[in-house]
């Protein structure tokens, strides 16, 4: 048995394209949107700018469904007929309220539908948590498919009828999937929040292709072209941000990177950084210093290993008055060990961008020159890393390999 970490198998998990291809079952759905909601009252959800309501529950198994035999969903009931492959474990993970009926709290489940050749439905709960009237909860799960079923279906579902179930997102999380919400501004600047006073707006004519760290790394699409546009900038400190607690994952690597421009009249090189804020402490997401008025990529990335209480990331740096123009970011979790492969696989095909003086060195040499390079740089920034995380590529080259032996890694990091 193995985890399905290489997609995410919810279509429409956020709610950003309405309701379709989500369907009720039995009982009424819609989408609604945080900012004009009346069910919100101030409570802000947790991954995205809409989310769905189920109403008019007239019995307990009554919610959304969605057809995935090709996916997965929660009941809210989503239906993944297709994409579901046999001995796979698909975890999954819920953002739920319930509304309606001065009920304080209920359970909600999340239920599999499976359908097999004698096309009899059998049902088995993979989930369930006490939801409320108040605060977004979190709901975990994971489940596993046998046989070749002709049909799979996901349920959220459980509370008493009369209650409506609140569903912000369904995702079944996995690497190279991104984390940021709205990240192509398609709901214009919804899901985002300024640092200090700023202003926030979207403006239009950034690159369309992710950045090259991106592309290399996960799945994609082009982007959209907008970028988030911030003004008045009266601190360095200030731009867009976004609160990213529960999609972040303990122990995971994550991917960081993102196109970013500063406006016209600077007069000295400006730095843009990527930040994250866990509880008063901040975590380097990636830096770029920047001497003119072009798009140019920033990368990094990190992990974190305790549960903060609360996350946030945001883009900031140039001097004040200057405007930030930040477009597709993108954090996603990374497989190191496919990322790794990945990396031997292209760097192994050539030797060329290898020195010619280092590979006219002997094998004791050359492990001298390459130790010595790394005790430099750990003596020259000791006490500067906030983070580190190893990425020994050149290590990875057939070079090293073929010259200090196949435990040159070890050997040398």
Not at 228 to 238: C, G, P, S, V
Not at 246 to 269: D, N
Not at 281 to 293: H, L
Not at 318 to 328: H, N, Q, R, T
Request: include cysteine; aromatic fraction near 8%.
């Amino acid at each position: 048995m193995s985890k399905n970490s290489d997609i995410n198998i919810i279509h429409n998990h956020d709610f950003s394209k309405g309701l379709h291809p989500w369907h009720p079952n039995c009982c009424q759905a819609y989408v609604e949107s945080f900012d004009s909601s009346s069910y919100s009252r101030g409570k802000s959800t947790k991954f995205g700018s809409r989310y769905a309501v189920v109403k008019n529950r007239k019995k307990d198994w009554q919610g959304l469904e969605q057809d995935i035999t090709s996916r997965v969903s929660t009941g809210i009931q989503q239906e993944i007929t297709g994409k579901v492959k046999r001995k796979l474990a698909y975890e999954f993970e819920a953002v739920v309220r319930i509304y309606g009926n001065n009920v304080h709290s209920a359970d909600v489940e999340a239920t599999l539908g499976v359908q097999n050749s004698d096309n009899r439905m059998e049902y088995l709960s993979i989930a369930k948590v006490t939801a409320t009237n108040k605060d977004w909860v979190q709901m975990k799960g994971m489940f596993l498919v046998n046989g070749s079923p002709s049909r799979v279906v996901i349920y959220l579902e459980g509370p008493p009828p009369g209650i409506d179930i609140l569903l912000d997102s369904l995702v079944n999380p996995g690497f190279g999937v991104n984390i940021i919400a709205n990240s192509n501004l398609n709901d214009g600047i919804q899901g985002w929040d300024p640092v200090g006073n700023c202003t926030l707006s979207v403006g239009t004519g950034s690159p369309c292709n992710l950045a090259s760290i991106a592309i290399e790394s996960h799945h994609h699409q082009p982007l959209s072209g907008r970028y988030i546009l911030a003004q008045r900038r009266t601190e360095k400190w200030m731009g867009p941000s976004q609160k990213i607690k529960h999609k972040v994952k303990l122990h995971l690597t994550y991917q960081v990177s993102a196109h970013v421009r500063i406006g016209h009249g600077a007069t000295s090189p400006q730095s843009v950084k990527v930040t994250f804020e866990m509880d008063n402490k901040w975590v380097d997401g990636g830096e770029v210093e920047i001497r003119d008025n072009k798009w140019h990529e920033t990368a990094g990335s990190f992990r974190i290993e305790e549960q903060p209480s609360e996350l946030m990331v945001s883009i900031h740096g140039p001097d004040k008055d200057m405007d930030l123009m930040v477009a597709g970011l993108q954090i996603f979790p990374v497989d190191r060990q496919v990322r790794f492969d990945f990396l031997k696989r292209q760097t192994d095909q050539v030797e060329s961008p290898v020195q010619q003086w280092l590979r006219d060195l002997d094998k004791k040499d050359l492990k001298k020159a390459v130790e010595k390079l790394l005790k430099d740089l750990l003596e020259q920034y000791k006490g500067k890393f906030k983070h580190h995380d190893v990425n020994n590529e050149m290590m990875h080259r057939s070079f090293y390999r073929d010259k200090l032996g196949k435990d040159a890694t070890q050997t040398c990091s």
